[in-house]
């Protein structure tokens, strides 16, 4: 037997042994599209809420304590005031801090905290949550 041959025949057992296999991409499973709201009641969503956290970050103060700030949105027409709650968790260790601002209507406002806490400890191995009601 010649080379082309001998691949052309093993070409083939192996495509008889995974025809199975490869036959064919599986198709889609589920509803294509969402059920219809029931009659006479109308879907309801949740509006957004007005305020909501749009950047924080952090670093080291001059004493290498952490410092984390951020921004504040008002999404409503009318001024808000929030409150800015921070929690750092070090390990077993939960540190918390607020801040209150006024936030204009439609803008962003600014905020800051500064934690007894050293930069290089948090880095090391610290998390972060910032939440604003």
Known sequence: MDRRTVLAA????????????????????G????????AGEPRRTT???????????FEATDAGDLRVFGTVRNRSDAERTATVTV????????FEREASLAVPAGETAEWSVTFDVAYERFT??????????
């Open 47 to 57: 509006a957004p809420p007005p305020l909501s956290v749009g950047t924080f970050d």
């Open 10 to 29: 093993a070409a083939g057992s192996l495509s008889a042994l995974l025809g199975g296999c490869l036959g064919a991409a599986p198709g889609a499973t």
């Open 124 to 133: 090391t191995n610290g998390n972060l949550s910032v939440d604003v009601a």
């Open 87 to 94: 929690t750092v968790g070090l390990g077993d260790e939960e």
């Open 31 to 38: 509803p294509r599209h969402p059920p219809d709201a029931p």
